[in-house]
């Protein structure tokens, strides 16, 4: 049945009009085209052209913000506490870039031009997941101890690693700008040690002009305050510190009086007798070095007056530049 009304005209006989629908086809045909095209061009929400690449860049920026985030966590080592926790005040390297390599070339001036440093941080995040390496014994002149420890750390479980890494860092960047080539015998970059004697042979490889350990103590609470080690006149086996104790103490004598003058922090109250400076002949990495060394350590973890300073990234970084002027001083003469 057919509506007849006034809109309408009345039907008419069926003819297949072959022209008109070609035409109109022809007419759509390249608009659909266009359109599409246009819409590949700007990109549809969760499609791909366009949309992908802006999809791709922000993924990548985001990529690249997390590994920074992840680069920057690690350096503490498995197990370590926030980095909110001890990140306080300047960080590493914040006034120059501090390179990844362990060694690294000299600055093109300053007083150190010329001159090779060895920075030995003490112990390895690492060396709590291989106590089986680092409890074999080695060889440091005249007996045998242990390649390595894992190291002390605060009542709070900020690591001795964690620490030393940190201001061996802080320290590479300040002595880089006065010219000095730098070495490190670890930068984080070791699943674990390396052992004592081979902290050893990295600074006399180098010829280092003269080399640091820096360490942390683990002491009883009330023992406060920073000692540095020099190494005792040591002649055996493959030990002679001989020729080195002369030069050795002058080394240390310079660097704890300028870490007194630049961190606040006094000598050590429990060893040293209120100088500052211990001699020992047990240790493998002073014992079997032909180049000026010392270590220091630069606070007793276990105390709480000190596990603040430690704790804290302006005390650290106060930590490192008083090394440094240490080892300038003894540098220059």
């Known amino acids: ?20 629908l070609t035409v109109a086809l022809a007419a759509l045909v390249p608009g659909a085209l266009l359109g599409w095209l246009v819409y590949e061009a700007v990109g549809a929400p969760g499609g791909g052209g366009g949309s992908a690449k802006a999809a791709g860049g922000t993924s990548s920026a985001s990529s690249s913000k997390n590994s920074s985030a992840s680069s920057s966590s690690s350096a503490g080592g498995p197990g370590s506490p926030a980095a909110s926790a001890t990140d306080d005040g300047e960080k590493p390297g914040t006034s120059s870039s501090t390179p990844a390599s362990p060694t690294s070339g000299p600055a093109a001036s300053g007083p150190l031009r010329g001159k090779v440093v060895v920075i030995d941080p003490g112990h390895n995040s690492g060396n709590f997941q291989h106590t ?3 409890n074999r014994k080695v060889n440091i002149g005249t007996n045998w101890k242990e390649c390595d420890t894992t190291g002390t750390s605060t009542n709070a479980g900020y690591t001795e690693a964690r620490f030393t890494l940190d201001v061996a860092r802080r320290l590479r960047t300040i002595l880089q700008k006065d010219g000095a080539t730098v070495k490190f015998t670890q930068d984080g970059d070791r699943a674990w040690g390396p052992c004592v004697d081979e902290r050893a042979r990295i600074g006399n490889r180098a010829h280092a002009d003269a080399v640091v350990s820096i360490h942390a103590d683990g002491s009883a609470a009330g ?25 050795s103490r002058d080394l240390g ?28 002949e047990d240790l493998g990495g002073l014992n079997l070095s032909t180049v000026p060394k010392v270590f220091i350590e630069c606070a007793n973890m276990r105390d709480s007056k000190d596990a603040a300073r430690v704790t804290s990234g302006a005390w650290r970084q106060k930590a490192a530049r008083g090394i440094s002027e240490g080892i300038v001083s003894f540098l220059r003469g």
């Open 1 to 20: 049945m057919s509506y007849v009304g006034p809109d309408f005209d009345p039907p008419q006989p069926r003819r297949f009009r072959r022209a008109p």
């Open 132 to 134: 089986a390496d680092i």
């Open 223 to 247: 023992n406060r305050g920073f000692h540095v080690i020099l190494p005792g006149a040591v002649h055996g086996g493959a030990a002679d510190t001989r020729p080195i104790v002369a030069s």
């Open 253 to 280: 004598e310079r660097i704890a009086g300028n870490f007194v003058r630049v961190t606040g922090s006094a000598p050590s109250n429990y060893v040293g007798d209120g100088t500052g400076l211990v001699t020992r």
